[in-house]
Structure formats: structure tokens, C-alpha cells
């Protein structure tokens, strides 16, 4: 991933980096990045589907540009995020499927392409940008991810956040409610689905503490690191 400054430098990323993610990963992401903005800074938002596209809005201060660059990470303590990559791997995925997506904040437009690098002699993921016109820029506040998808898998996105959208804690058949649950195999940090154990029995939900043991994919465990956390419990 390159984000393209007036010099046109920057560090590249492969478009074949999370090969796995599909774009309900892609999705999954923006989502949480929406519902981190909110709960950090107490602002409104939203997530739906019209007309093709998923939109995520936030109220918040806005996304910055460093917040593009990889490594770069301010998620607050009690954020669902753990690593801060989330939206910078939405958009090289969107890419990678050729898939529109737009983030609009700070009066920029922002948005992702796969760019054959002359340097590097390979395909890398190129972050554009541009200044939106004054009188759009003006009545912007905050954050606003445009993305092209179904409905289908905006929901499905939105399904990996328990109390946030879509499922119900009352949904679960509760071994030990809020903590241990049925049917088994699933993570949940935070009301997030973040893991999977291949099959498991029961279903744990976690705290912040949890966050160590899954990795950037969200779908693998440390089940060492987990059954520390879980002997702590």
C-alpha cells in the first residue's frame, strides 16, 4: 500500500497480503473502525445499505492521513481494534476485488488503486488523494466510507458485533452468561466475533485481555494465549 504524496513516494504492500480476506473481512473492518470512532469519541454514526453501496458514517474528528499509513495505530483503551490496520486492509481488498470504495474526511477523497510500481517491478495497492470541492468539504463532518456491496454482505459484516448490530446477547444458549456459551467454537472480545477454534465445544466471550491471543486475520487463535486468559477467569 502506497499512499501518494505531491513527491509520490511511499512503502508498498502487495495486493496478495490477506489473501484470505473476502469482502465481508473488508466489510468487518469498516464496521469496527465505525464503532471504535464512536465509543472514543462519543459521537453518533451509522452503517447501512442503499442504492449498492454501503455506507459508513461517523461524527467524530475526522480520519487523519497518517491513519493510512501501516503501523500507525490510536485505537483507544476498550477498542474493539487491536492491531489499527483494519481500514487500510478494507481498502486493499476492495481493490484487490475491483470493488469502488471512497473514504471522504478532513476535505479529502481518498480511495485505493493497484498500481504496477516501476521501482519495486511488481503490483502494489496506491492510496489517491485529492482535495473535494470547497462547498462538499464544507458540509462534511467526520467520516464517510462509501463502498460498493450487497446487502448481503453489509449484514454480514455487521454480524461479527454482538451488541452493536444484528445479534442479540439473548440469542446465545448461555453455559455461563457472558462468558461461556453454546453452540461452541467462537471468540467474542468485546462483543466482537474475533476467532475461531476448530471444534470446541463451547464458545467463550472475553474481555480486553483477550485481544493477545488472536491474530490480524481475526479468525486464528493462540490457544495457549487463551487458556491462560481463560484459567485467569
Not at 18 to 29: L, M
Not at 37 to 51: A, N, P, R
Amino acid at each position: 500500500m502506497t499512499i501518494e504524496n505531491r513527491n509520490g513516494s511511499g512503502v508498498g504492500i502487495s495486493p496478495e497480503y490477506v489473501r484470505d480476506w473476502t469482502i465481508e473481512e473488508g466489510i468487518r473492518e469498516i464496521v469496527q473502525n465505525n464503532i471504535d470512532v464512536k465509543k472514543e469519541f462519543d459521537c453518533e454514526g451509522y452503517v447501512l445499505h442503499e442504492d449498492g453501496y454501503g455506507v459508513a458514517k461517523d461524527d467524530g474528528p475526522g480520519l487523519e492521513m497518517r491513519h493510512l499509513v501501516m503501523g500507525v495505530s490510536e485505537k483507544a483503551e476498550g477498542s474493539i481494534g487491536q492491531f489499527g490496520e483494519g481500514l487500510k486492509l478494507a481498502l486493499l481488498v476492495f481493490a484487490r476485488e475491483g470493488r469502488e470504495i471512497e473514504i471522504r474526511a478532513k476535505g479529502k477523497r481518498i480511495w485505493p488503486e493497484i498500481v504496477y510500481d516501476d521501482f519495486y517491478e511488481t503490483e502494489m495497492i496506491h492510496i489517491q488523494i485529492e482535495d473535494l470541492p470547497a462547498h462538499v468539504a464544507s458540509n462534511l463532518k467526520g467520516t464517510k466510507i462509501k463502498f460498493e456491496a450487497t446487502e448481503e454482505e453489509v449484514e454480514e459484516g455487521k454480524s461479527y458485533f454482538l451488541n452493536y448490530y444484528k445479534r442479540s446477547a439473548n440469542e446465545f444458549d448461555w453455559v455461563v452468561k457472558d462468558f461461556i456459551s453454546k453452540p461452541g467454537g467462537n471468540i467474542w472480545v468485546n462483543d466482537s466475533l474475533v476467532g475461531e477454534i476448530e471444534d470446541a465445544e463451547f464458545s467463550y466471550h472475553l474481555g480486553e485481555n483477550a485481544k493477545e491471543s488472536v491474530n490480524r486475520d481475526r479468525m486464528n487463535v493462540d490457544t495457549e494465549k487463551l487458556k491462560e486468559i481463560l484459567a485467569e477467569e
